[in-house]
C-alpha cells in the first residue's frame, strides 16, 4: 500500500472519529439541553408556590380551616391560599392523609399547620385528625382537590358566626333524573328521617360545611368520620342545623369512578347513612320517634 493512499486512509479514520465525537455531543448537549428544560419548568413551578407569600397561623384564630389532603400537589397551593384569606383570624389545618408528593411541604411553605400521617387514614377520617387539632370557635371543612374561592366559602363561617351550629352546602345532587343516584337519594331520606325534610340533600357528606365549636363538643370529633352520623347527632340533639350556600360540588369534584365501573365510595356512604339510621332509631325508638297512629299490634300477638 502507497504512503499516500496511507495518508487518505489515515485522514479518513481522523474524519470518521471526529464526526462519532461531534455526534456524541450532539447528543450529549440535547440531553443537558432538555435536563435543562425540565429543570427550568419544575422551576417555574416552584416559583409559583412561592409567590404565594407565608402566612402564619393566627395565634388566636376565630376560624380553622381542615383541608384533608392525599398527594393533592396540582391544586394544593391554590385551595390553601383561598382558605387563608376566608377571614383576618385564620388558620389552615392541612391533614396529610398518606400524602408522597409532597403536597404536605407545599403547604406548610404557605403557613398552613400539617398534621401527618404516614399511612391513609380512609374517607373522612382526616376531618375527626384536624378537628381535634383545631383551636377555632368555627371549624371550616374543604377538600384538597376543590379549588373553593374564599368569597364562597365566606357564608359557611358567616351563618355560624350568626348563631348557626351547623351550616351545611345547599347542594341536593341531581334529583330531576329518571334515575337518581343512590347516594342522593340516601342523603334525602336520612333528612326525612331526622324530621328535618326542608333539609332536602344537603348533607354533611359533601363540602364545604361548617360548624360551632358548640356542635363539635356536641357531636364529638370521631362521629365526623361518619357525616351522615354527625348530621343526625347534631339534629337529634337539637343543634341549630341550616342550608347555608351552594356549591356545586358536583361539578368540582373528580370523576372517581373514572378508573372503576362504578364509583368505590357509593357503597361506603349508602353504609354510612345506613349506620346512622340505626344509631337513630337506637335514640328515638323503632320507627325513629314517628307516632304508630294509635296501632295496638300486642292484642294481636296475644290472639296468637
Known amino acids: 500500500m502507497s504512503t499516500r493512499a496511507g495518508k487518505r486512509i489515515g485522514r479518513t479514520g481522523h474524519s470518521a472519529g471526529r464526526l462519532k465525537r461531534q455526534s456524541m455531543r450532539s447528543v450529549t448537549s440535547r440531553r443537558l439541553g432538555s435536563s435543562r428544560v425540565m429543570k427550568h419548568r419544575q422551576g417555574r413551578r416552584d416559583r409559583g408556590f412561592t409567590r404565594l407569600t407565608y402566612m402564619p397561623p393566627h395565634p388566636e384564630p376565630l376560624v380553622s380551616v381542615i383541608i384533608p389532603v392525599m398527594n393533592e400537589r396540582a391544586t394544593i397551593a391554590r385551595v390553601v391560599k383561598e382558605a387563608r384569606k376566608v377571614h383576618p383570624a385564620v388558620e389552615v389545618i392541612v391533614v396529610a392523609n398518606g400524602t408522597n408528593d409532597g403536597s404536605d411541604y407545599i403547604a406548610e411553605r404557605l403557613g398552613a399547620i400539617v398534621l401527618r400521617h404516614q399511612e391513609a387514614l380512609g374517607h373522612d377520617v382526616g376531618r375527626t385528625s384536624g378537628a381535634l387539632a383545631a383551636k377555632g370557635q368555627v371549624l371550616l371543612f374543604i377538600d384538597g382537590d376543590m379549588i373553593i374561592s374564599a368569597a364562597r366559602l365566606r357564608p359557611f363561617i358567616h351563618d355560624i358566626i350568626q348563631g348557626a351550629d351547623?351550616?351545611?352546602?345547599?347542594?341536593?345532587?341531581?334529583v330531576h333524573k329518571r334515575q337518581v343516584h343512590r347516594v342522593v337519594l340516601a342523603k334525602h331520606a336520612l333528612n326525612a328521617l331526622c324530621s328535618r325534610p326542608d333539609l332536602r340533600g344537603a348533607s354533611m357528606t359533601a363540602v364545604p360545611h361548617a360548624i360551632s365549636r358548640k356542635a363539635l363538643?356536641?357531636?364529638?370529633a370521631d362521629a365526623l368520620s361518619i357525616p351522615p352520623l354527625?348530621?343526625?347527632t347534631a339534629?337529634?340533639?337539637?343543634l341549630t342545623v341550616v342550608r347555608s350556600s351552594s356549591v356545586d360540588v358536583g361539578r368540582l369534584n373528580p370523576i372517581r369512578a373514572r378508573h372503576f365501573r362504578k364509583d368505590?365510595?357509593?357503597?361506603l356512604i349508602d353504609n354510612d347513612h345506613l349506620q346512622s339510621i340505626r344509631w337513630l332509631t337506637e335514640q328515638a325508638g323503632s320507627r325513629g320517634g314517628y307516632t304508630d297512629l294509635g296501632r295496638n299490634r300486642q292484642i294481636v300477638r296475644e290472639q296468637t
Open 235 to 238: 339534629i337529634h340533639k337539637g
Open 264 to 267: 368505590p365510595l357509593e357503597p
Open 217 to 220: 363538643d356536641s357531636i364529638g
Open 166 to 174: 351547623v351550616a351545611l352546602n345547599d347542594y341536593s345532587g341531581p
Open 230 to 232: 354527625a348530621q343526625a
